[in-house]
């Protein structure tokens, strides 16, 4: 076993990277540029970082193959949260962004093949709809929930032990020696401050989600296929629900699983950790939490109609109450009215990608819970009809009409009307 405080990689058997090619790093580079993002703490965006593509690429190839590459400090952003307090979202610099994407290009494919068939965050193929349709699905079978979420995974993850984790599917020492080197890596704040870390790989990091996969692989999946296999769950890096048949298992588990965390030196969030009863037309005991929020929708009973046209309840997602109000603010935040010189067609280039994104994620599961938040978007354009026209002023009855009969012109211009959502 390694001892504590020794490096994980040997450094006799360093040696140059096998493989690594300047395609390679250029492969590497086009997969951050998808993935944009914001300059690190020197500055440099990624439009600058290519006005000398060449020469900064052949520069981490180098010094990443030679085994001399250092990571610079990462930028500490703090990010309010909307149930209060700051979140802190490290940013590294673009050229550091491009060599953790050159070791994930090369590590992920060694652990993506062990994760757990219901962990779905970050990873390929995979998404927050899987976990929200396979967690529907069991709602119907498992009376209980245990809803819990992980206090700061990102920030408070072990490095000896996620060290150990990575240690076991890997031996190659320079992919040891790299991640080593970035979970040590600084902070630098907006001051410039540096602070040193012992614990946590950044959220905004490229290798990150792939590290905490792979700790909470085996912190919490396969300790779950070990001690209660017969409670399925579904995760999502550190958002997960775990399905019980009874509130005397849910509660033991719970117990469990709070210990297990501990002891991985992690801790449950006590206001997001919680039990819950699925109630819908078949189970009707009374219990005091009959609801819960999972990935930005809803789990609660609803009264709708079944596949035979009955109207009855059932326990199903629907957009959450926090998510449609965010989108909302988000729509007024876009001032749409205040765009009086454009025409409408802008309008629309404006914010469908924002409308067509959110509709995509939040109409799969109970479409008609989304209305209310579109029609936002209708009275936003009413509005703007009659910043923009004289004839409309005052009235806002004629601006509806005009709506109306532009939406049936023109049932494509907007991401909502095109989903029939029209004024």
């Known amino acids: 076993?390694?001892?504590k405080g020794y490096p994980f990689y040997n450094k006799k058997r360093l040696g140059r990277v096998p493989k690594m090619t300047v395609d390679i790093v250029m492969s590497a580079?086009?997969?951050v540029k998808e993935n944009r993002g914001s300059a690190g703490n020197d500055g440099q965006d990624i439009k600058e970082f290519e006005t000398n593509l060449k020469g900064n690429l052949y520069k981490i190839w180098n010094r990443m193959s030679s085994g001399s590459y250092f990571p610079p400090p990462v930028r500490l952003v703090e990010i309010p949260k909307k149930t209060g307090g700051k979140r802190g979202?490290?940013?590294?610099t673009v050229g550091d962004r491009v060599a953790q994407m050159v070791v994930k290009m090369y590590f992920e494919p060694k652990v993506e093949t062990i994760?757990?068939?219901?962990?779905?965050?970050?990873?390929?193929?995979?998404?927050?709809?899987?976990?929200?349709?396979?967690?529907?699905?069991?709602?119907?079978k498992y009376d209980y929930v245990i809803e819990f979420d992980i206090k700061g995974l990102f920030d408070n993850i072990d490095h000896e032990l996620l060290m150990r984790a990575v240690q076991k599917h890997t031996r190659?020492?320079?992919?040891?020696?790299?991640?080593e080197r970035w979970l040590k890596a600084p902070f630098i704040n907006s001051v410039g401050h540096k602070i040193r870390r012992s614990s946590g790989t950044p959220q905004g990091g490229v290798i990150s989600p792939v590290l905490a996969n792979l700790f909470m692989h085996y912190a919490f999946d396969m300790w779950m296929e070990r001690t209660v296999p017969s409670a399925p769950f579904e995760?999502?890096?550190?958002?997960?629900?775990i399905h019980c048949k009874t509130e005397s298992e849910a509660v033991d588990i719970l117990g469990k699983l709070n210990q297990r965390l501990k002891d991985c030196k992690l801790e449950l969030h006590p206001k997001k950790t919680k039990i819950v009863y699925c109630k819908d037309k078949d189970r009707m005991k009374e219990y005091p939490i009959t609801e819960f929020d999972f990935l930005g929708y809803t789990f609660r009973r609803i009264f709708i109609k079944d596949r035979l046209g009955r109207l009855q309840f059932n326990f199903l997602p629907s957009v959450s109450k926090k998510s449609a109000k965010d989108f909302r603010y988000k729509i007024k935040a876009m001032r749409i009215h205040s765009?009086?010189?454009?025409?409408?067609?802008?309008?629309?280039?404006m914010i469908n990608p924002t409308v067509r994104g959110w509709l995509n994620y939040f109409?799969?599961?109970?479409?008609?819970?989304?209305?209310?938040?579109?029609?936002?978007?209708?009275?936003?354009?009413?509005?703007?009809?009659?910043?923009?026209?004289?004839?409309?002023?005052?009235?806002r009855t004629r601006a509806e009409k005009w709506l109306k009969e532009l939406a049936k012109r023109e049932p494509k211009m907007f991401s909502h009307w095109a989903l029939g959502m029209i004024p």
């Open 1 to 3: 076993m390694v001892q």
């Open 235 to 241: 995760r999502y890096a550190d958002d997960a629900i």
């Open 89 to 92: 979202l490290g940013i590294p």
């Open 172 to 179: 190659e020492s320079w992919i040891l020696m790299y991640i």
């Open 339 to 349: 765009f009086t010189g454009s025409k409408i067609e802008i309008i629309a280039e």
């Open 115 to 140: 994760f757990h068939v219901d962990s779905d965050g970050y990873r390929p193929n995979k998404s927050a709809l899987d976990a929200i349709g396979q967690a529907r699905k069991r709602c119907w």
């Open 363 to 395: 109409t799969k599961y109970n479409p008609s819970a989304v209305k209310y938040s579109i029609d936002c978007i209708n009275r936003r354009l009413v509005k703007w009809a009659m910043c923009k026209y004289k004839r409309f002023r005052g009235r």
């Open 29 to 31: 580079f086009k997969r």
